[in-house]
Structure formats: C-alpha cells, structure tokens
C-alpha cells in the first residue's frame, strides 16, 4: 500500500503525543493529591482511640495506614508509567512509518512545535505549583521521578519528536505495522 501523502497518521501521531504529554501531565498532579490526601486521612484517623470495646485506632491503622503505605508508593508508579508513555510515542511512531512526503515532514514540524509548545506552558505551570512552599508543593517535590519529567518535558519531547520523525519519514521503502 502506498501511504505517500496519507496525512492522517501523521495527524493520528501528533495526537497520540499530545494526549500522552497531558497524561504525563494528569497524573504527576493527580498522584500528588491523592498521596497528600492518604497521608492526611491516616494521620486524623490515628487518634480515634476506643468506642465502646472496639479500638479505632488499630482499626483505622490496619485499614488506612495500609492504604496510605500503598498509595505513597505511587509516585514512583506515575514516574514509570510517564516514562512508558513516553517510550510508546516511539512505538507508535515505528508503527506508522511512511515515506517522505515534503507537505507531511512540513506539517510534522509545524505541529511539533506547538506541542512544544504546549509542553512548555504545562511544564511553567507545574514549576509554579513545585516551587511553592505549601504542602502540595512539597508532596510534588517528594515525587521526583515524575516531576523530573514534567519539569524537562519539553526537552524529552524535543528529542522524541526528533527521533519519532526520523523513524516515520525514514521508511526507506518499508510500510509500517498500519
């Protein structure tokens, strides 16, 4: 099949990269606030004491203490999975390898450069929420792995983009998996 000119995996890839730079995004954020939330919840649940016979404080210490043990653990869940969704951008780009069309490297370009520049404003934002000194800030400054990478997301996506449109234009003949 020849796919010289077929401008909707191009556009179809662009997409996938912009869904997965506002996921990274999504859970570095929502990783933080739940992980503060459990924490919260744990220590105003640690002092309940005893009703009646029943003591809720080891009641509430088996269940969320559990529960807050788990969740912290998640942040360096959302740092691996960014980094998996990072690395499918890649995937997905040797999957829909074409041949190299002038109109399409042009829109590629064009289009990498506004998500740059999407990545730039949510990084911006994210700084503005990290180099706070409120408690949300210091939860997101625990995460390192993910706010690593929101933080530089620009550049990492600078490079993927780079070799993403390397490996879909340099088909060299060969059709991709679509």
Request: net charge negative; hydrophobic share 60%; aromatic share 12%.
């Amino acid at each position: 099949m020849n796919k010289k000119g077929n401008i909707f995996l191009v556009a179809g890839f662009l997409l996938f990269m912009l869904i997965i730079i506002f996921f990274v995004f999504a859970i570095t954020i929502g990783t933080g606030i739940v992980t503060y939330t459990t924490e919260e919840l744990d220590g105003a649940l640690s002092d309940l004491g005893m009703v009646g016979s029943t003591n809720l404080t080891d009641t509430a210490d088996i269940t969320f203490g559990t529960l807050n043990t788990s969740v912290q653990m998640l942040s360096w869940f959302s740092g691996i999975v960014a980094v998996l969704m990072l690395v499918s951008i890649l995937i997905f780009a040797a999957a829909i390898r074409t041949k190299a069309d002038g109109f399409l490297m042009g829109m590629y370009l064009f289009m990498v450069v506004l998500l740059i520049f999407v990545s730039i404003f949510l990084s911006n934002f994210y700084e503005g929420i990290y180099t706070k000194t409120d408690v949300v800030a210091s939860e997101l400054q625990s995460m390192v792995m993910a706010s690593f990478l929101v933080l530089h997301l620009p550049q990492i996506l600078t490079v993927i983009a780079f070799i993403g449109g390397i490996i879909i234009f340099t088909g060299m003949g060969e059709e991709g998996f679509v």
